[in-house]
């Protein structure tokens, strides 16, 4: 629709809007259905090799998406972005229609879905390992990726690109962005077998604050192009680790329950945090005075929280010392 409005030149801000908020009640059940099936589709002797590659194909998208649209922007335009994007989920159609698995109602009683909720949230606080990843994730998902719908205006306010060149400066800020996520999956996967997952998160978290820190004083494309690759490469860490986890730790017949804590951190929290700094972006635009104002001063905020993130991660860190062994502990009982 988005495609076809935008070509006829009909789209509105609140189409965009409706488009927006029935996509994320649809993704609500879509995602984490669609990461609760590689424990069906894969044999259990693999499953350990596979939970990270299929995280990583759901975080690479969500960073390297960017890269290619800011570049299709630059290329062909608005309307073609919305198409092209509208006709990639074909592909995705087709690969559910191929599963050759049974893929059954689970052998479980009947429960209310407020309490079937319930007891997905229950085991997530209960279960404190999982507890605290959800705790950095929605710390980094509200403060560490708010940046990237915030790019276009650090591009023209901070890099000081003009009008007629922020689509290429656009480009090249998303596709350093994607490229260093590609470079966070290279260094993840080398550390696939690592016990030291909490380390691993902790210290993604710690590069995506500094680096935020140091965007808001940079006027130089030649450098934040970089720093936006780090940004991009730690944050793939940072999503692929805790998602691969809360596979992993979670037990089967409650796994698309835990997993939907995981996509409503990531997906449900961060809008917030985007509208929080983005706001703060707009607000102090005008103001006068030495200090960052702007996204200069959005990412300050952003990056601090992030610093203080992951100060907490590091008092909590006895619950992630050692993840080798990937055993979930018995699932709540709920009594209706």
Not at 74 to 89: E, K, P, Q
Not at 110 to 128: H, M, N, S, V, W
Not at 154 to 167: H, I, P
Request: net charge positive.
């Amino acid at each position: 629709y988005l495609a076809w409005a935008t070509w006829r030149g009909i789209a509105t801000y609140e189409s965009v809007l409706i488009v927006a908020f029935v996509t994320g009640l649809i993704g609500c059940v879509e995602m984490p259905t669609r990461q609760s099936l590689v424990s069906k589709v894969v044999p259990a002797e693999d499953l350990a090799s596979a939970v990270p590659v299929n995280a990583m194909t759901f975080n690479v998208a969500r960073i390297f998406g960017p890269a290619v649209g800011g570049f299709l922007l630059a290329t062909v335009g608005v309307a073609a972005c919305y198409l092209l994007d509208g006709l990639s989920f074909l592909a995705l159609i087709w690969a559910v229609i191929a599963i050759k698995s049974d893929l059954g109602r689970p052998d479980r009683r009947k429960q209310p879905i407020g309490d079937l909720i319930f007891e997905g949230a229950l085991y997530t606080f209960r279960e404190a390992r999982l507890r605290t990843l959800l705790i950095l994730e929605t710390i980094t998902a509200c403060f560490g990726i708010f940046y990237l719908p915030l790019i276009p205006a650090y591009v023209r306010e901070e890099l000081g690109f003009s009008e007629a060149a922020s689509k290429a400066g656009l480009a090249a800020a998303y596709t350093s962005t994607g490229v260093g996520a590609i470079i966070g999956l290279v260094f993840i996967t080398a550390l696939s077998d690592s016990p030291h997952k909490g380390r691993i998160v902790r210290g993604a978290m710690l590069a995506i604050g500094l680096g935020l820190l140091l965007l808001s004083t940079l006027h130089s494309p030649w450098v934040a192009y970089p720093t936006l690759a780090i940004i991009g490469g730690a944050t793939i860490m940072q999503f692929n680790t805790t998602n691969a986890l809360f596979q992993l730790l979670s037990p089967e017949h409650l796994r698309g329950r835990v997993l939907s804590m995981h996509i409503w951190a990531l997906n449900g929290l961060s809008p917030f945090g985007i509208l929080a700094l983005g706001t703060l972006a707009g607000a102090s635009r005008g103001w006068t005075g030495s200090g960052p104002k702007g996204v200069a001063l959005s990412m300050v905020v952003g990056g601090a929280l992030m610093l203080i993130g992951t100060f907490y991660g590091w008092t909590q860190r006895r619950f992630l010392h050692d993840l080798a062994a990937h055993e979930p502990m018995p699932g709540p009982a709920i009594v209706v």
